[in-house]
């Protein structure tokens, strides 16, 4: 019996088409990276609503209380969310949130978010990716106050799956 001094795999590259139309509507693709959509409506930041998050934290720092706090970091998740209804109204992109996973999300902060800020969201989709019936949706919110000053970027990834027949 010998041994082979070499071996050969053959490799097999296995390539997805993008998923058909389905309700006539084209599935979201590359080709919407770049999409904005119009602000949110504004959110004036309060003592209250603070409170009420650093209390659902169980979060005691200080400088969540007081007469003018600042709002935990998470906060900016509340109003990045108010952002993604736009995404997930679209007809173009045929999204239905039933199916996501929200896979990641990270903030990029300019200053805190403050006791009487008034703010919007912007979405932007970053990246998209497909893979047969499913897709991988980058987007970030830009949270800025009404002077276009930015607060906080809110980027989140998204993995989306297509019904299938």
Not at 37 to 55: G, H, R
Not at 71 to 96: R, S, Y
């Amino acid at each position: 019996m010998t041994c082979p001094t070499s071996v050969r795999v053959a490799r097999a590259r296995l390539v997805l088409a993008p998923a058909p139309p389905l309700n006539g509507v084209v599935p979201i693709s590359p080709d919407h990276v770049g999409r904005t959509y119009p602000p949110t409506a504004p959110y004036t930041v309060s003592v209250a609503k603070i409170a009420e998050l650093a209390a659902a934290l169980q979060d005691p720092n200080p400088a969540y209380a007081g007469e003018t706090p600042i709002a935990p970091p998470t906060f900016a998740a509340v109003l990045g969310a108010a952002a993604w209804d736009a995404l997930f109204a679209d007809p173009d992109l045929d999204l239905a949130l039933r199916r996501v996973v929200h896979a990641d999300q990270a903030f990029t902060w300019y200053r805190p978010l403050r006791t009487g800020d008034t703010v919007t969201g912007v979405l932007t989709v970053d990246k998209v990716r497909c893979r047969g019936a499913m897709e991988i949706v980058g987007v970030t919110v830009r949270i800025g106050t009404l002077d276009g000053d930015p607060v906080v970027d809110s980027s989140s990834t998204f993995i989306h799956t297509r019904e299938t027949a």
